[in-house]
């Protein structure tokens, strides 16, 4: 089983790792930028309109596909920051979230890709991963 969509978007750039510190009494108190709640907030919405009745259950493969616009007709790679672990982060918190998964600890495979195009947004596919039945 698999399942795909595409989110019709410009990816946000901000990234998980954007959490802020402060001090308060002498401990530090962690929060979110706007910036981040914003993003949070976007993922959470587009996202839930293609959560499973179910969470998924057992291993699974996220494939992620990151277009930035640009005026070309053509995809070129995007060499550039934000990095692909970065951005994974926060879009694998909202889907555990809105109930693809019960924790994206299942998430044993990934493939993240990062593009300039003309359609700017996110193609994410889950599939279901078989038991492994030999030594790798």
Same mark, same amino acid.
């Given at each position: 089983m698999s399942i795909h @969509? @595409? +989110?019709p978007m410009v990816p946000p #750039?901000? #990234?998980h790792q954007e $959490?802020?510190?402060t001090v308060r009494?002498?401990?530090p108190i962690f929060y979110d930028t706007p910036e981040l709640k914003k993003a949070r907030s976007y993922y959470m919405a587009a996202l839930g309109k293609h959560a499973p009745e179910e969470p998924l259950t057992g291993p699974l493969r996220l494939i992620t596909k990151w277009i930035w616009? $640009?005026?070309k007709n053509y995809v070129v790679w995007k060499a550039t920051k934000p990095d692909t672990d970065n951005l994974i982060k926060l879009l694998k918190d909202c889907m555990t979230a809105v109930g693809f998964w019960e924790d994206d600890a299942q998430v044993?495979?990934?493939i993240t890709e990062k593009f300039f195009g003309a359609m700017p947004g996110i193609w994410v596919c889950i599939q279901? +991963?078989?038991?492994l039945e030999e030594d790798i």
């Open positions: @969509f @595409f +989110l #750039t901000v #990234t $959490h802020k510190v009494k002498g401990k616009p $640009h005026d044993a495979s990934e279901e +991963l078989k038991e």
